[in-house]
């Protein structure tokens, strides 16, 4: 493990993959300060820059996106009250508290702080489970990936912060789509309404930034500018004392576990691990009532969560090819398509891209600590900026970035329906995130079912027969009919208790 560290340590130290690093945790901190965009969309923008870059050089760069942007996200909450990424919102809540008491710096330095500390301890945490979880899922065969696909599938749409049944649909819908194309079998073609650019199916590129990308600045058009007040602070003042040290370390440690843990679950990632850290503090803390006036517990425990999760979900996706999150997905898709294929393989075929990518993680935590701080005065001059100046630019750059990818007008098109289609979706309650990663995992759910039943000669007895497809089964099947009985007690049941509590109440 040493040596491979060593290798990991003299790719990441490589220039160009320094500069990549460096693009990624910029364009990522740049992404968490501007509310609305957030790590999705971008990753989606500049997916198809990375087509003509190394393999290792686009994952370092993608990945600094994406937990740049859990750093970022947490200048706006405290200097604006507005989230620039969803996973600081709970920041908002006694952040944007101590800016207004005057103290904006130690809570941009707390959570700058807390932020690295956590994304370095979760660093470690990934390279030691990373390797035995990946030796461990090489015992995995097609019925066992297949169950497996199918409870992180269930557990994602468990976790929706909207109804079951609806997030239910958008998987289904994202499996359909990730059907069009050629049958992987038999090379018939399948849903393609005789369009000749459908035979390779729907991209990812222009699935993803329609969904994300022209659906959030559809959004966001729609929304009333309002100026909003900002507060400054110089880089003195963004030291915490030994004080607020003493108050959050153990917040910072109970978040940086909780964020891990919550991490490498399907659906967990770095919003649910913010507000469950949050609670947890409230909880154990002496004085629960303050948090809410600027406690700078309240601050440290959720920035060092978020961060936390977001090291940690590499986790599922490198040593079992499969993306816990929507982020994750796009990764899976941008190793898919540089011919690298996700999963317990990836260590033992490509230590270079793994490797390289870990040890990238710990000059890209240093590089965000070194960032934050000193650029707070810029990125408060781009917090000023009014969004109807900025999204012709991003619209632009979607426009370029599809049609870049196959030289295809249908693309664009593609892109333009899916932006029309995942605004609408936002606008009656459907989450597309789950609908893309249904359709990232589309195909290696339908490979793993037909390749069961060629082993087993038809027979679905075979995912019933092996220890591990027969607890996911069970899971899944307990997971739905706790839903269903749920169902049935909220809204069969309630209705007749409620009609006899009335009928006593007038005897």
């Not at 290798?7 to 320094?18: A, D, E, F, T």
């Not at 959570?111 to 990373?130: E, Q, W």
């Not at 000669?457 to 307990?478: D, K």
Request: proline residues 6%.
């Amino acid at each position: 493990m040493l040596e491979q560290i060593l290798v990991g340590i003299q790719i990441s130290l490589q220039p160009i993959n320094i500069l990549y690093c460096f693009i990624g945790v910029f364009i990522g901190t740049l992404i968490g300060v501007l509310p609305g965009i957030g790590p999705v969309g971008a990753m989606s923008l500049l997916l198809p820059a990375t087509f003509r870059v190394s393999p290792v050089g686009a994952i370092i760069m993608l990945a600094g996106i994406y937990y740049g942007a859990q750093y970022g996200g947490s200048t706006t909450s405290i200097l604006v009250n507005i989230p620039g990424e969803a996973s600081s919102v709970v920041t908002c809540l006694d952040g944007y508290q101590m800016a207004r008491k005057g103290r904006a710096g130690p809570a941009l330095g707390i959570s700058a702080f807390g932020s690295f500390i956590a994304g370095t301890l979760s660093i470690v945490g990934l390279m030691f489970l990373a390797n035995p979880l990946a030796n461990y899922a090489l015992q995995f065969g097609p019925p066992e990936y297949f169950t497996l696909m199918c409870l992180g599938l269930v557990i994602l749409t468990f976790l929706t912060q909207g109804s079951m049944y609806k997030a239910l649909m958008m998987a289904l819908l994202g499996l359909l789509i990730s059907f069009i194309g050629l049958d992987l079998f038999t090379s018939t073609t399948r849903f393609t309404f005789g369009i000749d650019e459908l035979m390779d199916g729907v991209g990812i590129v222009p699935l993803v930034m329609g969904l994300f990308g022209v659906a959030e600045i559809l959004r966001n058009l729609e929304l009333p500018y309002e100026a909003t007040e900002i507060y400054e602070t110089n880089i003195k003042g963004l030291f915490p004392t030994l004080k607020d040290w003493a108050v959050a370390k153990w917040a910072i440690l109970r978040g940086t576990i909780i964020g891990f843990f919550l991490g490498i679950l399907p659906g967990g990632g770095a919003v649910l691990s913010s507000f469950v850290s949050y609670a947890i503090e409230k909880r154990v803390s002496k004085y629960p009532e303050r948090f809410g006036t600027g406690v700078i517990e309240g601050v440290a425990a959720p920035e060092s969560a978020n961060n936390a999760a977001a090291q940690s979900s590499f986790i599922p996706l490198l040593s079992l090819g499969i993306p816990p999150n929507v982020v994750m997905g796009i990764l899976f898709g941008g190793l898919l398509i540089h011919g690298i294929q996700p999963g317990p393989l990836l260590i033992r075929n490509h230590p270079d891209i793994f490797w390289g990518v870990v040890m990238s993680m710990y000059l890209g935590n240093v590089m965000l600590l070194a960032l934050n701080l000193p650029l707070i005065g810029i990125w408060v001059k781009v917090l000023k900026i009014p969004y109807h100046y900025l999204f012709p630019l991003i619209l632009l750059l979607c426009l370029i970035g599809v049609y870049s990818v196959n030289n295809s007008v249908v693309d664009i098109y593609l892109m333009v329906i899916f932006g029309i289609v995942g605004y609408l979706m936002q606008k009656l309650g459907f989450e597309p995130a789950l609908l893309a990663l249904a359709y990232i995992l589309g195909p290696i759910l339908e490979t793993s079912l037909r390749q069961s039943l060629n082993i087993s000669g038809g027979s679905f007895s075979i995912f019933f027969c092996r220890p591990i497809s027969l607890v996911c089964l069970l899971l899944v099947a307990g997971l739905l009919v706790f839903q269903i009985f749920s169902y049935v007690k909220r809204n069969l049941l309630s209705p007749i208790d409620k009609g006899d509590n009335e009928s006593q109440g007038v005897e």
